[in-house]
Structures are given as C-alpha cells and as structure tokens.
T-cell receptor, first 112, second 114 residues
Framework: GESVGLHLPTLSVQEGDNSIINCAYS??????FIWYKQESGKGPQFIID?????DKRQGQRVTVLLNKTVKHLSLQIAATQPGDSAVYFC???????????FGTGTRLKVLA | DGGITQSPKYLFRKEGQNVTLSCEQN?????MYWYRQDPGQGLRLIYY???????QKGDIAEGYSVSREKKESFPLTVTSAQKNPTAFYLC?????????????FGEGSRLTVL
C-alpha cells in the first residue's frame, strides 16, 4: 500500500505495552491541538483533541498531555494493539483562524 | 452515514493535462479545505472555503483552482501549471458550530503524473 511518509521516525512497541508519541508544536499562539491516526492509503482519523486551558485529556485507551511551557504534546496509547499500527501526527490551531499546522508524523509499529 | 467522499481514489495524468478531484460532504459543514500530503512532510493547505461562493488561497495554491458553488461540494482542479502534482490529496470539512474545531477528512485521492 501507499506510504504517507517514507522517512518518518518509527516507534516499535510490543503488543500490550504502552506507546508514547511526541510532538513539538511551533506557534505559541496555538490554543487547540488534535491527534490524528492515518493508516496507509487512507485519510486521517481524529483520535483526541485538547485545548490550551487543559494539560491532560483522556479518551478510550488514549491520553493527550500538553506542556505549553516547552510547546510539547504527547499521545499515550495504553495496551497497544496491532490495529494501532499507523502513522500518528499532531495538528495545532489558533481559535478563530482556519490555519492548521500539521506535524510530519510518527510511524507506530506494533510487534506481535 | 455522514461523511466526506473523495473521488477518484487513484488518478493518472499525462503532463499538460488538467484533472479535477471531487470532494462531497453531507455533514452540513460550512468550511472545506484541500490539503496536499507528500512523504515526510506535514499536510500543506492548498485552498480553503469558509462559505459557499467564497474561497481563499492557502500556502501552496499555485497551479491549483477550486470552486464552491454548493455547500456540499468543493472540487479541486490540478492544472498543467502545477509543476509537481504527483501527491496524495486530502479534502476536509469543519462545522461552524463545531465545539471542537475538528477537521473531518476524506479518504484521499492519489494523483500520479506519467
């Protein structure tokens, strides 16, 4: 299948372990952040989002952490499963604008 | 089911030809976007439209054109002026009243220039 990123950083984790994917964002004015999952040849799927008035948000098996001091975002996936294998990327936005800035992504490989 | 439909999924074009990628949404969203995705790069904005009959250039609009005659449709034309059109193209939409600002993406169209 097609690859959305031939030279992306890769994180390999054992099935059942926790995964942590990191993202450094660029704009200090950004106040809204999204994590997307993209499988090969498909469009990105929304995973979880967070606004800048929070530093942590939890979903089903996923947690997003936001550190505004160092402009860092992370996605934690608990009990990683083979179906989690994909490219994950972050997006940042400033409320009231239509400008989203997207990260290049990290490829997650889940080892059986 | 509500969503965004892009077509065709794969498209081959000879140099010098214009091609049009279709994007249709039934989410009743006002804002629609076109992004280009290349290996190792983040999504780059080509054009966006906040409302029917209005659209704005994004960061890499040269060689592309769009129209927004209907709320649900936002086709992208890749013209012969686009020097490197081979890429994966993604259409997205966003509701004006969305509390999350979440972008919904289509499944993408892969254009290859022969």
């Amino acid at each position: 299948g097609e690859s959305v990123g031939l030279h992306l950083p890769t994180l390999s984790v054992q099935e059942g372990d926790n995964s942590i994917i990191n993202c450094a964002y660029s704009n200090s004015a950004s106040d809204y952040f999204i994590w997307y999952k993209q499988e090969s040849g498909k469009g990105p799927q929304f995973i979880i989002d967070i606004r800048s008035n929070m530093d942590k948000r939890q979903g089903q098996r996923v947690t997003v952490l936001l550190n505004k001091t160092v402009k860092h975002l992370s996605l934690q996936i608990a009990a990683t499963q083979p179906g989690d294998s994909a490219v994950y990327f972050c997006a940042e936005n400033t409320s009231g604008t239509y400008k989203y800035i997207f990260g290049t992504g990290t490829r997650l490989k889940v080892l059986a | 089911d509500g969503g965004i439909t892009q077509s065709p999924k794969y498209l081959f074009r000879k140099e010098g030809q214009n091609v049009t990628l279709s994007c249709e949404q039934n989410l009743n969203h006002d804002a629609m976007y076109w992004y280009r995705q290349d290996p190792g790069q983040g999504l780059r904005l080509i054009y966006y439209s906040q409302i029917v009959n209005d659209f704005q250039k994004g960061d890499i609009a040269e060689g592309y054109s769009v129209s927004r005659e209907k709320k649900e449709s936002f086709p992208l034309t890749v013209t012969s002026a686009q020097k490197n059109p081979t890429a994966f193209y993604l259409c997205a939409s966003e509701g004006e009243d969305s509390s999350t600002g979440e972008l919904f993406f289509g499944e993408g169209s892969r254009l290859t220039v022969l």
